[in-house]
């Protein structure tokens, strides 16, 4: 019994446009054919036979050929059958737009169709052809793939070229869509006319020249994108990166050495194919002189070796008018069959094999346990072509070097492709290396393996974008009217990086870094505190701790000296409490320095106001205790009851008591805490507590509070500045207080322009300055007599002071 396929669909005719590919691929045919027939394991006992028809790529004769061959009459007629074997399935056709004209009608009758090159997505649909099948892959896998090697090589600006069948004008939209997705854009689409003489080429050569796209997508078989090479070639354009569809990737019409300066460099899909043991010695055996009655053989002799037989009249010569040598038959196929593009024979091949084994399959079934109803198996005798469906749909087998085939739910194989670049072979010539391959059936992180090291390219660089990329430190900004790859670079702003190239979004830095010059890197902010570890923390707290012992020193100095009358005269307790406040005025500026921990910044304002309070308390009980001295010296007076020391501690008890309740309040409600100011500087971060004590209106409450107590004892001893006193002790407290008034009235508009350390620091100069001041104004000149003038510490120096300043005080009150 013989089974028919078909493949390529050919006629016992010959044509003057025979091409060497198409008569490899029905020899890759014939060949699976006597391989399987001489195979005792494979159909044992079944003979394969074959019919070839040829639709010279033409839509009327795929469907005329179809109707032949369901018929097996030509002409044909529909609905029935007069052949002499049984039809399994149709091998073909090699074109997209053919097969899904034949499809359509095989579907009708579910005669199972594989093709070896038709690569349409339509095709996969199983609702318009659940017959169809093929093993080369899918233009979905394909198409996916090339826009994954774009984006592979960062390619974001690219030129699409297809032709205006459906191959090239489906696949174009693919890829388009996926290469936009993916965030790439496309400079221009343009379609080689195949209808056309030129097909358009002069054009689609000007649109290549003008556009600053340096790769260019083709989507077309080799025939279709000739003419437009060839205008490439004439118009000297070179230097664009090509990337080449499984159609013409291994082209051998397009390795010609007058395009090599255009193609080279070109990389791009080829269909993955295994060994075909034994089918170049086959090609090599073909000899007329074995098959005279091939006259496909005859042709493609004369074309291969341009010659021609004297018994055969060709067309081509007549129409040519050449003068072509005569053919003896001794020339040689073996130089002619050196370049043999083996990977569409083996889809052709594999395609045979699917079809043996799925009759294979069909005839290892036993009655009873058979995949259709009750169990039934099909008869080989009287096959139904939609049985035989069924077992194509599980095929499922391994070629001699190991290469597995099946077909998915779709009809479709393992979309497995080798990824090839043109490069320059020893000879000079071109030769397409493989650098690399693309497995549909891996994750999307390994699908594409490419070699890059072995990747020649026809440029300097292999990169095509549309703007300049965008340096480190700046970011892409759309132009207006122009695709998203068509942008300019713009600065990041003020405290952001970019630190990848064509940066979408410029990224803020953390708080505790900042960008460095060339925003691209946040490097870490350096914290900045009123340290101990500085020259101006040093000296501040030198500073004050010097200026400490001055108030102990005078203290000592009144101590040693208390029975003396300047000592006794001014109140010697009271100024000794006075000297004791200005120790710890002084000692309170060192809460200021170090790291503002947190109990050091609930305390450091708390002890500074409690100590100025303690001593601004004790001037304005001086100040008190002199004016009620002197006028309970007057007869009659009632402010004798008011002499001695209850009145001046009672004015400190009670001044005292006020800035406490102020700071408890302070501290209960609203305490200071540290704070991190960020703002200020962008490389530094201001660590204090000054700057936000919690509730600033406590702060210039406790702060006002003071001034209030200084500007007291200052009207108070203006007032008393005449009263008779021999050292003119209010005229002493009126300076200090004035001194001390001044300094912290500067010290409000000074705090409020500066920041950070220099804030702190500020304070610290106006506690030594007022404290300072007080203690020069009131107790340098009293120290500076009883230490240098004793001679004036006596009691009748004082008195005779006094009678003068009494006798004075008539004639000026």
């Known amino acids: 019994m013989s089974s028919r396929s078909k493949c390529g669909q050919s006629s016992t005719f010959y044509s003057i446009r025979l091409e060497a590919r198409s008569y490899q691929i029905m020899q890759a045919f014939i060949f699976a054919v006597d391989e399987i027939n001489k195979n005792p394991d494979l159909l044992p006992n079944i003979t394969l036979g074959f019919q070839i028809y040829d639709t010279c790529t033409v839509v009327r004769r795929a469907a005329e050929g179809t109707l032949w061959m369901l018929s097996g009459r030509e002409p044909s007629v529909q609905n029935y059958n007069c052949g002499e074997g049984t039809l399994a399935g149709i091998v073909g056709d090699s074109g997209s737009t053919c097969s899904i004209l034949m499809a359509e009608m095989l579907s009708l009758y579910r005669y199972p169709q594989i093709s070896y090159f038709a690569t349409s997505p339509l095709l996969s649909n199983r609702n318009l052809f659940p017959s169809f099948f093929r093993t080369v892959p899918s233009d979905m896998f394909q198409t996916r793939g090339l826009a994954e090697l774009i984006l592979y090589f960062g390619w974001t600006w690219v030129g699409l070229l297809a032709s205006d069948n459906d191959y090239g004008q489906i696949g174009i939209q693919i890829v388009k869509q996926e290469i936009v997705q993916a965030g790439a854009c496309v400079a221009f689409i343009e379609n080689i006319m195949t209808g056309q003489p030129n097909s358009g080429a002069p054009h689609i050569v000007n649109v290549i020249k003008d ?113 072509i040598n005569e053919c003896i038959g001794d020339e040689k196929l073996e130089s002619a069959m050196a370049s043999v593009d083996l990977s569409i024979t083996f889809n052709v091949y594999t395609a045979v094999y699917a079809f043996a084994w799925a009759i294979h399959n069909l005839l290892q079934c036993k009655p009873g346990k058979g995949p259709f109803l009750n169990g039934i198996c099909a008869n080989i005798s009287s096959l139904h072509p939609w049985q035989l469906l069924h077992y194509i749909k599980t095929v499922d087998f391994e070629t001699k070097d190991k290469t597995q085939i099946f077909f998915d739910d779709r009809g479709d194989p393992p979309a497995l492709y080798d990824i090839v670049n043109w490069q320059p072979s020893p000879t000079g010539s071109m030769e397409q290396k493989i650098v690399g391959s693309y497995d549909s059936r891996l994750s999307k992180e390994n699908r594409m393996k490419i070699n890059i090291a072995d990747i020649i390219w026809s440029t300097e660089t292999s990169q095509s974008t549309c703007s300049p990329s965008c340096p480190l430190g700046t970011r892409t900004a759309t132009i207006p009217e122009k695709p998203a790859c068509c942008f300019k670079c713009v600065q990041c702003p003020k405290g952001e990086i970019a630190n990848v190239t064509d940066a979408v979004e410029c990224q803020k830095c953390s708080w505790d870094t900042w960008p460095n010059t060339q925003q691209d890197l946040c490097l870490p902010r350096t914290v900045e505190f009123l340290s101990y570890d500085e020259a101006m923390g040093i000296s501040l707290a030198a500073v004050s701790i010097v200026s400490s012992i001055t108030p102990i020193g005078a203290l000592g100095i009144f101590i040693h000296y208390n029975t003396t009358p300047i000592v006794r005269a001014n109140n010697w307790s009271l100024s000794c409490l006075l000297l004791v406040a200005l120790f710890f005025c002084f000692l309170s500026s060192l809460a200021f320095i170090g790291y503002p921990h947190p109990e050091k910044c609930l305390l450091r304002q708390v002890a500074f106001g409690l100590a100025f309070t303690l001593c601004i308390s004790c001037v304005l009980a001086k100040t008190i205790t002199v004016v009620i001295a002197f006028k309970a010296t007057k007869p009659g007076t009632r402010l004798r009851r008011w002499t001695g020391g209850k009145v001046s501690y009672s004015v400190i008890v009670i001044c005292v008591l006020i800035q406490i309740s102020v700071c408890v309040t302070w501290l209960f409600y609203s305490p200071p805490f540290p704070e991190y100011d960020t703002q200020t500087h962008s490389s530094i971060i201001i660590l204090n507590c000054n700057d936000n004590e919690g509730s600033p209106f406590a702060f210039w409450v406790m702060l006002g509070y003071l001034g209030l107590l200084a500007t007291v004892s200052f009207i108070v001893a203006f007032l008393a500045r005449r009263l008779p006193d021999s050292f003119n002790e209010a005229k002493y407290i009126t300076f200090s207080m004035l001194a001390f008034l001044c300094v912290w009235i500067s010290f409000i508009p000074a705090t409020l322009s500066s920041r950070g350390k220099y804030t702190v620091a500020m304070e610290i100069f106006a506690i030594l300055s007022s404290s300072w001041a007080i203690v020069v104004c009131i107790f340098f000149p009293k120290c500076f007599i009883i230490l240098f003038r004793p001679h004036l510490n006596v009691r009748q120096n004082m008195i005779r002071n006094v009678f003068d300043q009494s006798r004075t005080s008539e004639f000026y009150p």
């Open 211 to 323: 556009s600053s796209a340096k790769v260019v997508l083709v989507l077309s078989a080799d025939a279709d994108f000739m003419p437009v090479v060839e205008e490439l070639a004439k118009q000297n354009i070179t230097r664009k990166i090509w990337i080449a569809s499984e159609a013409w990737s291994t082209s051998i019409l397009l390795k010609k050495e007058k395009f090599q300066a255009v193609l080279m460099g070109t990389i791009g899909f080829a269909i993955h194919w295994g060994q075909m043991d034994g089918f170049v010695e086959h090609l090599n055996n073909l000899h007329p002189s074995k098959f005279p009655s091939d006259h496909f053989l005859l042709e493609f002799w004369e074309k291969t070796f341009s010659c021609k037989w004297t018994d055969i009249y060709t067309k081509a010569d007549d129409m040519l008018n050449q003068t």
